[in-house]
């Protein structure tokens, strides 16, 4: 049970992680109290920094999640999803160092980061009309100077770019590079890229254990709906998690579809009463879901299958 927690700057739980986190506690309490009946056992995990940082990720490296038949969490959302389309993405911050000079009395002295910055910006921009469906990318000017009549000499950005799994968002990388190089070579500054944290992976949504919380979701009278993948998109460490274990991110309605993630209403909703419902839903679903694979032999060996055959391919 993964109890992930963090939030967004200026706009708190805009991302219910309130939520997600309850709800796995919640879980791991009520198998508490059948665990001796059921037998095998039950880790609860508390992961933060998922908005940035990698926390899943950096925990996966250190062995965290071995010897797991299933990890498992739910995200609170505006629809009752089985799964989120989750896009592997990588952070890059991006500066670029030039020289700077009076901007008006002697402009030709001067070699204007921010011209870099912008160049690869606006080559960014014109990027996007020839990328997939499925990709995307983001980015803010973090620095562009200090006053008007100094060129600015420095200027940094932070950049997101996000694929539909990590081979395709590697070429996309290089792309959006070449962007990065293109802005350095014609303002005639010095680039420098790094990464600003760990990748996230794509989700391998585990179908047999998918399978088995829909149908413990329906007891409590949720209904998942088969939405367009496309309806709730967006970036996970808990993709890094799929590919060591089954595992499965399904989606418990507690706010009206037009509300969107990441935004200050939704973190009212968290907070709310339907809130509240989410996570005790929640908890019931992800219980009952774990009582399946503690108890039922054939159901791990779907779920094994299915883990080995998303490796395979």
Same mark, same amino acid.
């Given at each position: 049970?993964?109890?992930?927690?963090?939030?967004?700057?200026?706009?708190?739980?805009?991302?219910?992680?309130?939520?997600?986190?309850?709800?796995?506690? %919640?879980?791991?309490?009520?198998?508490?109290?059948?665990?001796?009946?059921?037998?095998?056992?039950?880790? !609860?995990? %508390?992961?933060?920094?998922?908005?940035?940082?990698?926390?899943?990720?950096?925990? %996966?490296?250190?062995?965290?999640?071995?010897?797991?038949?299933?990890?498992?969490?739910?995200?609170?959302? +505006?629809?009752?999803?089985?799964?989120?389309?989750?896009?592997? &993405?990588?952070?890059?911050?991006?500066?670029?160092?030039?020289?700077?000079?009076?901007?008006?009395?002697? *402009?030709?002295?001067?070699?204007?980061?921010?011209?870099?910055?912008?160049?690869?910006?606006?080559?960014?921009?014109? =990027?996007?009309?020839?990328?997939?469906?499925?990709?995307? &990318?983001?980015?803010?000017?973090?620095?562009?100077?200090?006053? *008007?009549?100094?060129? *600015?000499?420095?200027?940094?950005?932070?950049?997101?770019?996000?694929?539909? $799994?990590?081979?395709?968002?590697?070429?996309?990388?290089?792309?959006?590079? $070449?962007?990065? /190089?293109?802005?350095?070579?014609? +303002?005639?500054? /010095?680039?420098?890229?790094?990464?600003?944290?760990?990748?996230?992976?794509?989700?391998?949504?585990?179908?047999?254990?998918?399978?088995?919380?829909? #149908? $413990? =979701?329906?007891?409590?009278?949720?209904?998942?709906?088969? #939405?367009?993948?496309?309806?709730?998109?967006?970036?996970?460490?808990? %993709? $890094? !998690?799929?590919?060591?274990?089954?595992? &499965?991110? *399904?989606?418990?309605? &507690?706010?009206?579809?037009?509300?969107?993630?990441?935004?200050?209403?939704?973190?009212?909703?968290?907070?709310?009463?339907?809130?509240?419902?989410?996570?005790?839903?929640?908890?019931?679903?992800?219980?009952?879901?774990?009582?399946? !694979? =503690?108890?039922?032999?054939?159901?791990?060996?779907?779920?094994?299958? +299915?883990?080995?055959?998303?490796?395979?391919?």
């Amino acid at each position: 049970m993964l109890c992930e927690y963090d939030a967004l700057p200026g706009i708190g739980h805009g991302c219910g992680h309130n939520v997600i986190a309850a709800a796995g506690a %919640g879980a791991g309490v009520a198998l508490a109290a059948v665990i001796a009946e059921t037998g095998g056992s039950v880790v !609860v995990l %508390g992961t933060p920094a998922e908005e940035g940082g990698g926390g899943k990720v950096l925990m %996966g490296r250190e062995g965290a999640f071995a010897d797991l038949a299933a990890a498992m969490m739910i995200h609170p959302a +505006s629809l009752e999803l089985i799964e989120m389309h989750v896009l592997a &993405i990588s952070a890059m911050h991006v500066e670029y160092r030039g020289r700077g000079a009076h901007a008006a009395a002697s *402009p030709h002295a001067g070699l204007n980061a921010l011209d870099g910055l912008v160049t690869a910006y606006q080559s960014i921009a014109q =990027l996007r009309q020839h990328i997939r469906h499925t990709e995307r &990318i983001h980015g803010i000017i973090t620095d562009g100077g200090d006053k *008007p009549n100094i060129v *600015p000499e420095h200027a940094a950005g932070l950049f997101y770019v996000r694929a539909a $799994n990590e081979r395709r968002l590697a070429r996309l990388k290089e792309r959006v590079h $070449n962007c990065f /190089e293109a802005g350095a070579l014609a +303002s005639g500054t /010095e680039l420098h890229v790094r990464a600003d944290g760990v990748d996230y992976s794509d989700l391998w949504t585990n179908a047999a254990l998918a399978a088995a919380y829909e #149908a $413990n =979701l329906g007891t409590l009278g949720r209904h998942v709906e088969h #939405a367009p993948p496309e309806t709730v998109s967006g970036s996970t460490d808990m %993709g $890094n !998690v799929s590919k060591l274990v089954p595992s &499965i991110h *399904p989606m418990v309605a &507690i706010a009206p579809r037009r509300v969107a993630l990441h935004t200050a209403e939704f973190a009212t909703f968290a907070a709310a009463e339907s809130g509240q419902q989410g996570v005790v839903d929640g908890a019931k679903a992800l219980a009952l879901t774990a009582i399946d !694979v =503690l108890c039922t032999p054939d159901l791990r060996t779907a779920m094994r299958a +299915s883990f080995d055959a998303a490796t395979l391919g």
